[in-house]
């Protein structure tokens, strides 16, 4: 009996089980829990703030276009009215000359189509509505700036050789005249260049579907 009892007491105590072991899925769930859904249009840069941004920059695109147009609507109705104006008798009409009536034409047809632009964009900005449909009307913008910018400065760069010519020979009212109005002819193809630029922007970021 007492080497029985020696063996018992010599004996390695059994393990025991731990009273509760979680499963293996719930505990991988406690250890890296699964991160909350993106919010609607994060990884898109749909945002609100990126909304608004993009009102802020159509809405300037917008009074730009409007500005430039309207600079553009003044430097043509100056050259229009300093040409038809500049009649001073005998050799000094400017109706004698082709490459001034052709500066007058140009400069009315600017007058118009500025002034016509200049009035859409004005119930635009009032109404935010558009007469024609938006690709349409940024794709005549585009067109038409560039059109009417290039008939101005042909006819202003006409106008100056003649110009020029008679300033060397003389210098009186009638070719300061002239010269004042090709200088207005000049500046209405510079604003409507900047225009054609921004009709351009507002033409490649268009949406056709």
């Known amino acids: 009996m007492s080497g029985a009892e020696d063996g018992q007491k010599h004996a390695p105590p059994q393990p025991t089980a731990p009273p509760f072991a979680p499963p293996a899925a719930a505990a991988a769930d406690f250890e890296s829990p699964v991160p909350p859904p993106p919010a609607a249009g994060a990884g898109s840069g749909m945002g609100v703030p ?3 941004r993009r009102w802020r920059r159509d809405d300037l695109v917008r009074k730009g276009s409007l500005v430039l147009r309207g600079l553009a609507l003044l430097f043509s109705l100056l050259a229009f009215i ?6 001073h008798g005998d050799w000094k009409d400017f109706d004698r000359y082709e490459e001034f009536r052709y500066l007058l034409a140009i400069s009315i047809l600017a007058t118009l189509y500025t002034g ?8 635009q900005i009032s109404t935010g509505q558009d007469l024609v449909k938006r690709q349409t009307s940024a794709l005549i913008d585009f067109a038409g700036d560039q059109v009417v910018a290039y008939l101005l400065i ?20 009638f070719t300061d005249c002239l010269a004042a109005s090709i200088s207005m002819a000049f500046f209405g193809f510079l604003t409507l260049a900047l225009s054609a630029l921004i009709s351009g922007y507002k033409l490649s970021t268009q949406s056709y579907i």
């Open 50 to 52: 990126a909304i608004v």
């Open 82 to 87: 300093i040409m038809a104006s500049n009649k």
């Open 116 to 123: 016509v632009q200049a009035l859409r964009h004005v119930h």
């Open 154 to 173: 042909s006819a202003a760069s006409t106008a100056v050789p003649m110009t020029n010519k008679m300033r060397d020979n003389v210098d009186n009212l």
